[in-house]
């Protein structure tokens, strides 16, 4: 087993050997091969720690077969792991409406996206994600029509993009926020946490105690990659 050095390490199980474990005997064997190559390419990427883990995306797939959505939603696109898998698990009349301010590390991944077959269920928007979000909610047809979300972006905004995707979904929709446990960092003293992360440790820690609370959604945190919560809305 080829171990995450200690410095990039982001697993929330008690140690990477147990994290790799899973990975060699349950996620990588059942990994579609696009979604290696993507993986493997993200791994040039100097910011690739922030890509969805596969772990994470291995659940999510399995979820999107299971409400079998058609019109999806994805806040923060990076190098496009979570979009592929995404576009492979959802019906070929589905479409995702993709945001990410940054096209560079989306065209890394889009070659792979092509080879899938699956370009023309994505519908990649360069912006910030709260001005589509927006312009979305200006047209009362899409209000309550979605039927899935991914959230893996900023963490300042995850409550202001909470707030209109609730507007946006369907009720029995769902919403996956990734990063909800933030390197394990939300049960540390905050003088131990790197520098780096101690602004948005503290943002997470606020939006958890907020889905906690919002009583519009059924939610479950899951402690796969760096944490993931899955929010029904009822």
């Known amino acids: 087993m080829e171990l995450h050095s200690d410095s990039l390490y982001k697993g929330l199980l008690q140690s990477p050997e147990l994290s790799e474990y899973i990975l060699e005997t349950a996620v990588y064997p059942r990994e579609p091969e696009l979604l290696k190559e993507i993986r493997i390419i993200t791994e040039n990427h100097p910011l ?67 080879k899938a077959g699956v370009e023309h269920k994505i519908n990649f928007i360069q912006s910030l994600a709260l001005t589509v979000l927006d312009e979305l909610l200006e047209d009362h047809e899409n209000r309550g029509s979605f039927d899935f979300a991914f959230v893996d972006a900023d963490k300042v905004n995850y409550q202001k993009y909470h707030e209109r995707l609730w507007k946006l979904l369907k009720v029995g929709g769902i919403i996956v926020y990734d990063n909800t446990l933030w390197f394990g960092t939300v049960v540390m003293p905050e003088g131990s946490v790197m520098e780096e992360r101690r602004e948005d440790r503290l943002h997470i820690i606020e939006f958890n105690r907020f889905l906690a609370a919002d009583d519009r959604f059924q939610i479950s945190q899951v402690s796969l990659g760096d944490g993931i919560t899955i929010c029904r809305r009822l």
């Open 48 to 114: 690739s720690i922030i890509a969805s883990a596969p772990d994470s995306g291995q659940l999510i797939s399995l979820l999107l077969k299971l409400i079998n959505p058609k019109k999806t939603i994805e806040i923060g696109v990076f190098t496009g792991y979570s979009l592929l898998l995404t576009a492979l698990a959802i019906p070929r009349d589905g479409k995702i409406t993709a945001i990410d301010l940054d096209r560079d590390a989306y065209e890394m991944g889009l070659p792979v996206i092509k």
